[in-house]
């Protein structure tokens, strides 16, 4: 991309997720800007093309650490919403979308129409695909999400708590395919991620903050790239997501299966094509197929959620 043109791709970001440039500390909206945004990029091991997508804005919107977490109930919820009616997740602490304290998404542009507003009945939903959001927390994805007119189900929290954002009924646009989307419950998991120099910064901040720093996550392989060492989930995060995914398939039609495991943890790779994904649980990396070109997979393909042992999931939920 020339400069001119992610000059008018930065405005037009802008305009939609609601930055300026003065949060990559420069003034306008020039070669500076270009300059600052691909700095800041390259710290987290991010494409640095200086372009402010949502990928960058997800990591700068949480490095300015203003959006607030809604005051929690005292107690909170143990049944997620399915079409209305409540089903149940033993164990799990969980607000949902009309709660005190909740996170709803309610899509507003031309997704409505499709998305977060048609019920499916609980056979046709048929996999879970697990994602980590790369912000600060649930309230800071519900913010990104909002912004660029997409959606997912729930959003683990850092503590474990469960964020329902829409009812599990309805289609959410999170997987970027459609045949996915029209199938599946999508999971958040909120993790920083960090990635290269970021990743013990980050820790740093948590530490201040008063909480436990997140594992450093190394040796994991993903689609053949190594990354440099990041930040893991929290044992409540994984809990969580085990109760969640428990109570999820026997609700629906999601088999407590894992059709694209290597069977190694470390080591995720993507459905070759579309058809091979069937009924079962993903990583949002193993339904990304269309970023292999030419029998190779893009460095910039997803790599979520590569940290997290989902066969282990899995049989834990059973
Ligand atoms: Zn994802």
Redesign the pocket.
Known sequence: MGLSKIIDENRRSADQLGWDPSWFGVEDWGTALVKAITAFQRAFEIKPDGWCDETTFRRILSERDEVETPKRPEVLSDHFIFAGERIPVPGAKIITMDEDGALPIRLQGERRRRYNAVERPPESVTAIIV??DATSSAAVTRRVLEAKDISSNFCIDWDGVIYQYVDAACETY??GIGIVNDVAIGIDLNCEVGGGEKTKEINRRLVDKGRLPRPIVDGVRINGWRPKPFLGLYGEQVAALTALVSAITKHTGVPLERPASTGDANDIRSLRRARDFGPGIYH?AEVDWKREIKGKFRRSG?W?TSNLDLDAVVRRAA
Request: proline residues 0%; hydrophobic residues 30%; neutral net charge.
């Open positions: 994602h980590w999170h997987a949002h997803k979520d």
